[in-house]
């Protein structure tokens, strides 16, 4: 763990990390593990008083040398701690936030769950069903001073949009009923046909009319992750599917044209700061691993429309195709970062300092358009090496690597 001096060093020079564009960094990262087993809540050392921290000044070249060469364009008032629930494998998530300067705490349930050894201290939570979940949240944010809470996968979200008012900390999610709808593929149709935007026609099974025009897609209700969804060319296969499939499902329209993927962040009274689409080269598993961000003023209106239509705050992902009329369909809304994060933090979305800048209780202003495009991203695989520390812990192995002569 990383010593309390050089954390308060590393802190008390945030302000000039935050006002630095992050330069491209594609960390290996993938689907969270959902299938972990319980853990006891683990204790981590107290953090510096702010007192303390306050006390120890940055060296005087180091404030002149940010001053002399980084002009603000996030405001950047003393960072906040975050805390990262269901942190799974999002290893680039958790490093985006620290290289903005934040103090990382990762949580989750599995003790192999490789971001939590990412962040600058990680603790061990019960599973998110658990009744005792959102206390031990709370004893973490009041005992280290936690200013934000950041959900990195759809498990928790209807959990936490409901105790914001129990934790003492910044939750970026919107309201508890918009959570509902979009975790929720039917409700989410309803959702968009009742605010005029685009969705796919989308009937439930026993709705499905005679004439339908195939091919359709049966879909999980609650599904995610490209789980639960099988493409039905003829009656046939559509009436096997739905007798296949374990889980409730819906029966949608297949979309005609070029799929697109929208990032974007919104802030507390939902004015969207930035959205950035990208192309869907490749996908595996519903994990985005090879995509292209590209300039098309077109997306970056749908991508603020529907975020300030739905009143989204935070990070969201917009799935959509733009169909051979021209129209655009949106067929699910994330409330979270994307699985492709790296691409629109190489591109300049900021999105790390952004959610920082509103725990500090500042109100960025929108910068629509402003990221760079014609950047690709290719993912590979990356492991960590783990070994047995102290009382049962694992700690990160640094293998030394031998000596050629």
């Not at 999002?90 to 003790?111: E, K, S």
């Not at 639960?228 to 296949?244: H, K, M, P």
């Not at 999105?351 to 500042?362: I, N």
Request: aromatic letters at 6%; charged letters at 25%.
């Amino acid at each position: 763990m990383e010593r309390s001096g050089d954390r308060e060093r590393r802190r008390s020079s945030a302000p000039h990390e935050c006002e630095r564009r992050i330069e491209a960094a594609v960390q290996p990262a993938g689907e969270n593990d959902d299938d972990v087993g319980v853990c006891g809540c683990g204790r981590l050392p107290r953090r510096p008083r702010e007192e303390d921290e306050a006390s120890r000044n940055p060296e005087p070249d180091e404030r002149q040398q940010g001053a002399a060469h980084h002009e603000p364009t996030v405001p950047s008032r003393a960072v906040s701690g975050v805390l990262f629930t269901c942190a799974g494998q999002r290893v680039d998530i958790v490093t985006a936030f620290r290289r903005a300067g934040a103090w990382t705490l990762a949580t989750d349930v599995n003790q192999l769950a490789p971001a939590l050894y990412h962040a600058d201290a990680h603790a061990f939570v019960p599973r998110v069903d658990d009744p005792t979940y959102v206390d031990a949240l709370q004893s973490l944010v009041l005992e280290h001073e936690v200013g934000l809470i950041v959900p990195l996968t759809d498990l928790d979200h209807g959990v936490l949009a409901r105790a914001t008012d129990r934790l003492a900390a910044l939750v970026l999610l919107p309201a508890p009923e918009v959570v509902d709808a979009l975790a929720d593929k039917w409700l989410a149709h309803a959702l968009f046909v009742d605010n005029g935007i685009g969705s796919p026609p989308t009937w439930l099974p026993e709705d499905v009319p005679a004439d339908v025009e195939f091919p359709v897609l049966v879909k999980a209700r609650r599904g995610f992750g490209s789980r639960g969804i099988y493409r039905c060319n003829d009656r046939r296969e559509l009436e096997f599917f739905l007798d296949y499939a374990t889980e409730t499902s819906i029966v949608q329209s297949c979309c005609r044209g070029e799929e697109f993927s929208i990032d974007l962040f919104c802030d507390l009274d939902s004015r969207c700061l930035n959205a950035v689409p990208r192309t869907m080269i490749e996908s595996k598993g519903g994990e985005s691993i090879k995509g292209m961000t590209i300039a098309d003023d077109e997306l970056v209106e749908v991508g603020r429309h529907v975020s300030e239509t739905l009143r989204l705050v935070g990070p969201a992902n917009v799935q959509c195709f733009r169909e051979p009329d021209g129209t655009h369909v949106v067929t699910d809304i994330n409330p979270r970062f994307g699985g492709a994060f790296p691409l629109p933090t190489a591109a300049g979305s900021r999105f790390p300092e952004l959610a920082l800048a509103l725990a500090a209780g500042e109100r960025p202003e929108p910068r629509l358009g402003d990221y760079r495009s014609g950047l690709y991203m290719t993912r590979f695989f990356g492991e960590l090496v783990l070994t047995a520390g102290p009382n049962g812990t694992l700690e990160p192995f640094a293998q030394e690597l031998p000596q050629h002569s």
